[in-house]
């Protein structure tokens, strides 16, 4: 699997698509633009954020915002609030457990459930 062509079946922004599955974790692919995302976190699960292209604004609770760039790598802990945005385009590989909610307990005009996630 080429991950770059994986972004060609996302069609939504904030709509993560599974793209592979290793032990009891889903990897995901989303487009981020703009800030719809709302607050949230996941109470038993670590995510991991991996920037294909673009900069993602990460934004978490009582820290200063820091901006990933291509390349980067980032793990946001279970039970931490998040949230993230972006100005332009931004592509993204996600890592999380079969578990993981898309916008944890928060519901919103934008959360998926897993079966709205499939490729």
């Known amino acids: 699997m080429n991950l770059k062509e994986a972004f060609s079946n996302v069609e939504n922004y904030f ?3 599974i793209i592979g599955e290793v032990n009891d974790q889903f990897i995901k692919v989303a487009k981020i633009k703009g800030q719809d995302l709302p607050w949230h976190n996941h109470e038993n699960e670590d995510e991991l954020f991996y920037i294909v292209e673009g900069e993602l604004l990460m934004e978490i609770q009582n820290e200063p915002k820091f901006t990933l760039k291509k390349g980067d790598l980032f793990v946001v802990k279970k039970g ?8 332009d385009d931004c592509l993204i590989m996600l890592i999380e457990s079969k578990t993981t909610e898309h916008t944890g307990k928060v519901i919103s005009k ?4 897993i ?3 499939t490729y």
């Open 80 to 87: 931490v609030n998040h949230r993230v945005s972006s100005t």
């Open 115 to 117: 079966e709205q996630q």
């Open 15 to 17: 709509s993560p698509k």
């Open 110 to 113: 934008i959360t998926k459930s």
